[in-house]
């Protein structure tokens, strides 16, 4: 990332949604290859069925015009449950993640955050950890995928 780039939070819409699930799809095929499992849910959804997530509430940052992080979530009884934070493979490690989970956090007015992870992933469980997230439990979604759902009060 160039110290020069022009790094901008934005608003998330339908309208959006190629770009998303394009950036989606790139950022899940390195876990699909961690997990050995390309019908991974992040990976076999429609552009129909994403469209109507970003109906809700949704954040990118775009780097000079580019987007190159997503997240998205919902709000039930003051818990926000965040979803499918997902960054450009090529950026990955640069503090994007870290700055769409604060936005989401602060932009929810929740009290309570949760999410979840797969089990290999291990720089997913990393960045939670940091940013206060507890391990509540854990789902088998399939025989080699473990989910890891997290709350952080």
Request: net charge negative; hydrophobic share 40%; aromatic share 4%.
């Amino acid at each position: 990332m160039s110290e020069h780039a022009i790094r901008e939070l934005c608003p998330i819409t339908p309208r959006d949604a190629g770009e998303v699930l394009t950036l989606q799809r790139a950022a899940y095929a390195t876990e699909a290859q961690l997990y050995s499992d390309p019908h991974l849910p992040a990976l076999t959804q429609t552009l129909a069925e994403l469209s109507a997530e970003l109906e809700g509430p949704a954040l990118g940052i775009r780097l000079d015009g580019r987007l190159v992080g997503a997240v998205r979530w919902t709000v039930h009884e003051g818990v926000a449950h965040i979803g499918r934070l997902v960054v450009a493979p090529d950026l990955q490690g640069t503090g994007i993640g870290t700055a769409l989970l604060h936005a989401a956090e602060a932009t929810s007015g929740a009290d309570e955050f949760t999410l979840f992870t797969g089990h290999l992933s291990a720089a997913n469980l990393r960045l939670y950890g940091r940013e206060g997230y507890r391990r509540v439990r854990e789902e088998e979604l399939r025989p080699g995928v473990v989910l890891i759902h997290l709350h952080k009060p």
